[in-house]
């Protein structure tokens, strides 16, 4: 998606039936989230109020797809996300979430970029599956290990980021360093 694309504006009639501005057609649920999975911002919107219900539906494509059996998010993560409407950290937790899927987004964008300038030979070295292994557990523990895992005392959420995204600069710098060698 361009920076300057405009969201995917759908309207919400009062039949519940979504309609796509753009292309003048109904749409699905599950067409909303290809759009999104396609890379493209949706503004989803109640025709008769103008109320922005872009988070409600959102809401619910990340439902169906969990009660389809697609668990994305472990019970540990939704149990903390539920907690946190009932106390202080609400106000900690979706700014936690955002910066840690930008960072996430970030360090995918680097990746395809790092990724689209090597040569075949540079997916054959050794710093390369290192990373792969790294970024994975970078992952898991953003999202397996949301509460905290058994026995251990959560970092953090700022200190916790922080560390990660420290860690994938090093490993980014260190593949940078090895694939300029290996162009030389």
């Known amino acids: 998606m361009t ?5 995917l504006l759908i309207k919400r009639y009062a039949s519940r039936r979504l309609y796509n501005t753009e292309t003048s057609d109904y749409v699905t649920l599950e067409d909303v989230a290809r759009f999104i999975r396609g890379g493209r911002e949706v503004q989803i919107v109640d025709l008769k109020t103008g109320d922005d219900l872009t988070r409600q539906y959102l809401l619910q494509i990340i439902a169906e797809h969990e009660s389809r059996g697609e668990n994305v998010l472990p019970v540990n993560v939704l149990t903390d996300l539920v907690r946190s409407y009932a106390t ?9 979430l955002a910066q840690s899927f930008e960072m996430l987004r970030e360090s995918q964008e680097q990746m395809m970029e790092n990724l689209k300038t090597m040569n075949p030979v540079a997916s054959a070295m050794g710093g390369f599956e290192e990373m792969q292994r790294r970024q994975q557990e970078f992952l898991s523990s953003l999202m397996g290990g949301f509460g905290g895992r058994r026995g251990e005392k959560p970092a953090a959420p700022e200190e916790g980021a922080a560390q990660d995204l420290a860690e994938i600069k090093r490993q ?13």
């Open 3 to 7: 920076e300057s694309q405009a969201p």
């Open 88 to 96: 202080q950290a609400q106000s900690v937790v979706p700014q936690f």
């Open 172 to 184: 980014l710098a260190e593949l940078q360093a090895k694939l300029a060698r290996l162009q030389k």
